[in-house]
């Protein structure tokens, strides 16, 4: 057979190779394709240094502008109040406890009095109202008798209308719950005066404690309008330098009637100076009476949650004394005019533990309870999606049938439809409801944090947030385990292994890298997430109880996102609060970023080789 030479240049089949390839626009499709999805990641790219140059360039001053708040802070004086402030508001935490365990305690041994007493006061008052003519009403039918009723009616018809005497039916009801109440108080002596040991030790702490912050909210305003004018002083000076003529005259003269003389720090600070070793004493004395208060104070309570209260009054008093004792060190240690080191303000953001915005006294932007919230309900979120999209995954890709897929892949794929907004509503209305009322049911009581007090908390935040998740986990897990090569499997089929052995022994650990990278892709879509969290995470700023272990779950947070949604709209622009939300933003596109950076580096060292 002859051989065929190939088709040199310029002949007719090149020439109709050539007419048989169509262009678009002048231009080889393939390029074209090329240059436009090149030019679609140009174009990320750019967006995505926007972003970043839009958070930094709202939120580069925030740092400069809290550490000036800070050093104000301190030479107003608010930060020696603080000092001992801070730790006595546990007391009122545990004055609170101790108020509602006595409550719990008493109700069931003077409820039944109470209102029997109550009821036939409001009768009494129904019949004066109807000028005493019998027709009133008496529908306190369980707590009295037939008879009783008709006595007390009669005593009410009897009585003279200007009369102010009591009915003996209802001095003898009066009687009956003073008895009762009596009795009750007598039973929970000890509850009822620790607790009024623990009011009446910091009244003269809170006494001088209100005529020294009176003080140092004077000093701080008179600081902050300083600050104030001297800045628009200086802006008119600013653009005095560019004027001239009678313009530059006239703001000259503005910036000149403008100017205000910084406020005498040392001689207002004096003042508190003055009461410190007051301060001292009274909280001496405070710890004094309280540790003679815990002395007394023992749970003879029937009731589990008022022993429960007890009990964790009684866990906090040494923490509680202890801190007091510090606080009284930190008085006598503390001076006005110390430099507020830069390093404070990044600690402060970073590892504050209060967020406390819009206050008359001093704002603090600890950003340490959101992150903690968001990370806990980002876990609790994993930890439920994690093992519900694997494992549908690996049945869909391996074992399921074709009529399978074809429904449990929509099916799945169709919870990305449903708005956060109604996942959210259902989080409100159904599963904080049902996850409240299992907790108390009794064979579920050895579980942490059962019974449950709040039904909006971290558990349900993160059980809606892993329904979320499930769709873009279960899509990345598949697709990772599509990506096996062929070849394993045939290999392992060759040898004799099952299908079983062959998906769990092959397929699934070849498939590890892309599963993880699905993981913890899942993690970046929760964790980003806002009206969920908003609506049925608590919103309680601040780190949850771990003294509890797991039941720490079950206790109300607030987000990242959550905290930016929800304030982002209320505060003046540049404003320091401004700054501090943007701030948030940046950290929250941090970790953000981080996460996609170790899903595609795992992805990548993980990578089967081409063939």
Not at 200 to 224: Q, R, S, Y
Not at 274 to 293: F, I, M, N, P, W
Not at 521 to 534: A, D, P, S
């Amino acid at each position: 057979m002859p051989e065929v030479s190939p088709t040199p240049p310029g002949t007719l089949g090149s020439k109709i190779l050539r007419r048989g390839r169509r262009t678009v626009l002048g231009m080889d499709p393939q390029k074209l394709i090329k240059n436009f999805f090149g030019a679609n990641s140009s174009i990320a790219i750019i967006v995505l240094v926007l972003i970043m140059v839009f958070l930094l360039r709202e939120g580069a001053g925030f740092l400069s502008t809290y550490h000036h708040e800070l050093e104000t802070y301190r030479k107003a004086g608010l930060e020696f109040c603080d000092i001992a402030d801070t730790p006595l508001k546990q007391q009122q935490t545990m004055a609170s406890s101790l108020r509602r365990a006595l409550s719990i305690e008493m109700e069931p041994l003077v409820k039944t009095a109470r209102e029997r007493r109550d009821a036939a006061f409001l009768f009494k008052r129904a019949h004066d109202e109807q000028n005493s003519d019998g027709t009133a009403t008496f529908d306190a039918s369980p707590l009295f008798t037939p008879e009783e009723k008709n006595q007390l009616k009669a005593e009410l018809a009897a009585l003279a209308p200007e009369s102010t005497d009591l009915p003996a039916t209802l001095q003898k009801l009066a009687g009956e719950f003073a008895t009762k109440d009596r009795e009750a108080k007598t039973k929970f002596k000890t509850i009822i005066e620790a607790e009024e040991t623990f009011e009446e030790a910091a009244e003269p702490v809170a006494e001088i404690l209100d005529e020294l912050k009176t003080h140092a909210t004077e000093t701080k305003e008179a600081a902050n309008e300083f600050h104030t004018l001297e800045a628009g002083r200086q802006q008119l000076l600013a653009a005095a330098a560019s004027a001239s003529g009678s313009e530059k005259a006239d703001l000259l003269k503005e910036a000149e009637l403008s100017k205000v003389e910084e406020p005498k720090y040392a001689e207002r600070v004096e003042t508190l100076l003055e009461k410190r070793e007051d301060l001292v004493k009274a909280l001496g004395d405070y710890v004094t009476a309280v540790e003679e208060a815990a002395k007394s104070l023992q749970s003879s309570s029937t009731h589990p949650e008022a022993a429960q209260l007890i009990a964790s009054v009684e866990k906090a008093i040494p923490t509680h004394l202890a801190d007091i004792q510090k606080a009284s060190k930190d008085l006598a240690a503390w001076k006005w005019d110390e430099p507020v080191s830069f390093f404070r303000a990044v600690s402060s953001f970073a590892f504050g533990t209060g967020w406390i915005t819009n206050s008359s006294w001093q704002d603090f932007y600890g950003v340490l309870p959101l992150l903690t919230g968001s990370l806990l309900i980002s876990f609790v979120a994993l930890f439920i999606a994690t093992p519900i999209s694997v494992t549908a995954a690996i049945y869909t890709n391996q074992f399921a049938s074709e009529r399978e897929k074809e429904l449990i892949k929509p099916v799945i794929e169709f919870i990305q439809a449903i708005p956060s907004v109604v996942l959210g509503f259902i989080g409100i209305a159904v599963v904080g409801d049902l996850i409240k009322g299992f907790s108390q049911w009794e064979f579920l009581s050895w579980i942490p944090g059962f019974p449950i007090q709040e039904r909006l908390n971290i558990f349900n935040a993160g059980f809606l947030l892993a329904f979320m998740a499930v769709p873009t986990m279960f899509s990345l897990s598949e697709d990772a385990l599509n990506n096996v090569p062929r070849a394993y499997s045939e290999a392992s089929d060759a040898l004799g292994a099952t299908k079983l052995q062959t998906v769990f022994r092959v397929i699934v650990p070849a498939a590890i890298s892309g599963i993880l990278s699905a993981i913890l892709l899942g993690l970046g879509r929760v964790i980003g997430e806002t009206m969920v969290v908003l609506l049925v995470a608590g919103n309680r700023i601040a780190i949850p109880d771990f003294s509890d272990g797991l039941g720490a779950i079950f206790q109300p947070a607030h987000t990242l996102t959550g905290i930016i949604a929800q304030e982002l709209g209320e505060v003046s622009r540049g404003s320091s609060h401004w700054q501090a939300l943007f701030m948030v933003g940046i950290l929250l596109f941090v970790i953000s970023l981080s996460v996609n950076w170790c899903a595609r580096t795992i992805a990548k060292r993980f990578e089967h080789p081409k063939a």
